[in-house]
C-alpha cells in the first residue's frame, strides 16, 4: 500500500497535463467516509474550483517525459 503524499494548502501544484492550481484545502468527506480526504483547489488558468479524491489527486501517473509521478506536483 503507498503512503499518501503530504498536500498542503496555499501551495501551487502543477497538473500532469499542464495548468497551475491552488490547493485551498484537504478535507474530509462528510456523507461517505469510504471516499475519504478530498482535495479543494482552484485553478489559477480558469479561475474555477475543482474537488477530487487526495488518492486521486497523488495517484502516480505517467508524465509527458515518460517518468512516473504524482497526477499533482508542487511548484
Known sequence: M??????????VYKHYKGGEYLVLFVAD???????????IYLSLTYGKVHT?????????VKW???KKRSRFVPE
Not at 2 to 11: A, K
Not at 29 to 39: A, D, F, L, Q, T
Request: glycine share 6%; proline share 6%; net charge positive.
Open 52 to 60: 477530487r479524491a487526495l488518492k486521486e489527486f497523488t495517484e502516480l
Open 29 to 39: 468527506e462528510s456523507i461517505n467516509k469510504r471516499v475519504g480526504k478530498k482535495v
Open 64 to 66: 509527458p517525459d515518460g
Open 2 to 11: 503507498r503512503t499518501q503524499t503530504l498536500i498542503l494548502p496555499n501551495r
